[in-house]
């Protein structure tokens, strides 16, 4: 099968600090990201995407970057909260080809 | 709106029988996708559906096959089962204006072969 994911990173970041997660993505020619947001027993939870003509989008509490030279994509979280606590995924698409593929994953542990 | 939705949620199998899973998409949503999660392969993508064609699969054994009905919800089927395939099978609905619509996951049916 077509993915990233042998190993599963963690972030610990103190409740109330800012939370940045890292993806590098596969294909150069993959024009829609989305980062996902999975808890313990649920399926993925959509949190922002970002098109290929736009480098930065922002919510409520997150920001999404895209840096297209080096194939990087980041989700930061502001104020971060327990509540924040989950896996992260970032996912690509390339129009024409119907699929997403997914990174490996990042934990994100918010501590007390 | 309801969401997307995916019975059953949970199954447990013994080796060599066969499995069918649903899944619901949201209201006027017409692309449907299937992945398979793993705790070491992550979420591999199986193969997605728009109007019963299938557009593109995934690099999974023809034992997984799948298909979408005229009101776009959409039936996965593994055949001769293996241990390997114990996984959370996710459904994700997209309403594919263009191919780059935002997709929404339902909640998984975990299988459990033994």
Known sequence: ?112 | KAGVTQTPRYLIKTRGQQVTLSCSPISGHRSVSWYQQTPGQGLQFLFEYFSETQRNKGNFPGRFSGRQFSNSRSEMNVSTLELGDSALYLCASSLNRGDTDTQYFGPGTRLTVL
Request: net charge positive; hydrophobic share 35%; aromatic share 10%.
């Open chain 1, 1 to 112: 099968g077509e993915s990233v994911g042998l190993h599963l990173p963690t972030l610990s970041v103190q409740e109330g600090d800012n939370s940045i997660i890292n993806c590098a993505y596969s294909n150069s020619a993959s024009d829609y990201f989305i980062w996902y947001k999975q808890e313990s027993g649920k399926g993925p939870q959509f949190i922002i995407d970002i098109r290929s003509n736009m480098d930065k989008r922002q919510g409520q509490r997150v920001t999404v970057l895209l840096n297209k030279t080096v194939k990087h994509l980041s989700l930061q979280i502001a104020a971060t909260q327990p509540g924040d606590s989950a896996v992260y995924f970032c996912a690509e698409n390339t129009s024409g080809t119907y699929k997403y593929i997914f990174g490996t994953g990042t934990r994100l542990k918010v501590l007390a």
